[in-house]
Each structure stands twice: as C-alpha cells, then as structure tokens.
C-alpha cells in the first residue's frame, strides 16, 4: 500500500509539473477575457456531471462567496443544481438536454461558460457548446487528454494529458482554485488579510 500511496503522488507531481509549463499562457487569456465580460455584465456559467459537477459548483460557490478576499460576489451559476428543472427536462426531452435547455435561455453575448468532462465526450456538454446561443459566449473547456468532442468547441482548452480520471479531476480542481482566485485579485485587488 505504501508504494501505491508513493506512485500516486509521483504521478499527480509530474502532471501537476506538466500542465504548469504547458497551461499558464491559456490560464492568463481565460482569466484576461473572463474579468473583461465580467465588467461589461457577463455572467459565469459551470457544467459538468459527477464529479465534475461537483467542481462546478465549488467554483461557483468560490465566485459568489469568496476565494480569499472579502469583496462582493461575482455572477457564477453552476447548471444541473435545481432538481427541478433538472428531472423536468431529462423526464420531457432526455438527459443530453439538461445543460443546452438551461443556457438557451440564460445565456448572453458576453458570458462566460466553463465546462467539465474528464472524457471531452459528455452528450449534455458536447449539446450545450453545440448552441447557436452559446457561440459568442467565451467558452472555456476542462477534459482530459486530447479534449475529445469537445476540444472543437471551446475557445480554450485545458486538456489534461492524461486518460487516468482522478488525475484529471485532481488537475482541474487546481486550475479551477488557480482561476477563481486570479479573476477575484483581477477584479478586486491583492490579497491583504487572511480569509478566516
């Protein structure tokens, strides 16, 4: 067991080492573009299922509540939280519309969509990216290696090389704590005191 707990770390370091050297230029232009639509009135729309679902909505709660400084919220909604909608759609269409019918209706010119799938092949992702009313929104894509369907469909990709899911996963919760808290000092300034 031991030498299992030493392999993973070893892995997650070399991909975490990787994915520094190859992704700070793309974390810059997601974070430069996402503050600009922010401060013209955008919003930040997060989607994912699983596990990622579950990161969609730490970053959202992150966004609106706080990451390290004490400021006012910013404008995230994780989609897929309301079981409402949620089991309506799924229940009157299917399950690959419960993102798209969600953005269709929500979704401006100047938002912001992160989207989530350790694969790049998820059917509700890959339909949601796939509206007309998603395509002048600036579309930011989280998956593992190569991007799959997804990777056409984004104008930034974090392709995380690797096929190894809780390696991926692991890779997006850093760039989404990387992203979150570089738009919040964007936004807001540098950190001054620590957040209790």
């Given at each position: 067991?031991?030498?299992?707990?030493?392999?993973?770390?070893?892995?997650?370091?070399?991909?975490?080492?990787?994915?520094?050297?190859?992704?700070g230029p793309r974390i810059q232009e997601v974070v430069?573009?996402?503050?600009?639509?922010?401060?013209?009135?955008?919003?930040?729309?997060?989607m994912g299922n699983g596990g990622s679902a579950a990161?969609?909505?730490?970053?959202?709660?992150?966004?609106?509540?706080?990451?390290?400084?004490?400021?006012?919220?910013?404008?995230?909604?994780?989609?897929?939280?309301?079981?409402?909608?949620?089991?309506?759609?799924?229940?009157?269409?299917?399950?690959?519309?419960?993102?798209?019918?969600?953005?269709?209706?929500?979704?401006?010119?100047?938002?912001?969509?992160?989207?989530?799938?350790?694969?790049?092949?998820?059917?509700?992702?890959?339909?949601?990216?796939?509206?007309?009313?998603?395509?002048?929104?600036?579309?930011?894509?989280?998956?593992?290696?190569?991007?799959?369907?997804?990777?056409?469909?984004?104008?930034?990709?974090?392709?995380?090389?690797?096929?190894?899911?809780?390696?991926?996963?692991?890779?997006?919760?850093?760039?989404?704590?990387?992203?979150c808290g570089l738009i919040e000092q964007e936004l807001?300034?540098?950190?001054?005191?620590?957040?209790?």
């Open positions: 067991m031991r030498r299992e707990i030493q392999k993973i770390f070893q892995q997650n370091l070399r991909l975490t080492e990787e994915c520094a050297t190859r992704f430069r573009e996402t503050v600009e639509r922010l401060r013209r009135g955008g919003h930040i729309f997060l990161d969609a909505i730490h970053w959202a709660g992150e966004l609106v509540g706080r990451f390290a400084l004490e400021r006012r919220g910013i404008p995230a909604v994780a989609l897929g939280t309301d079981p409402a909608i949620l089991t309506a759609v799924a229940n009157d269409y299917d399950f690959a519309t419960v993102f798209a019918r969600q953005l269709e209706c929500l979704a401006g010119e100047q938002d912001i969509i992160f989207a989530l799938s350790t694969s790049g092949r998820s059917p509700n992702i890959i339909r949601a990216l796939s509206l007309a009313e998603v395509q002048p929104c600036f579309r930011v894509g989280f998956s593992g290696d190569g991007g799959g369907d997804m990777a056409c469909l984004v104008n930034v990709l974090f392709d995380v090389p690797s096929r190894s899911t809780p390696r991926i996963q692991e890779i997006h919760g850093l760039l989404g704590h990387i992203i807001f300034g540098k950190k001054t005191e620590t957040a209790p």
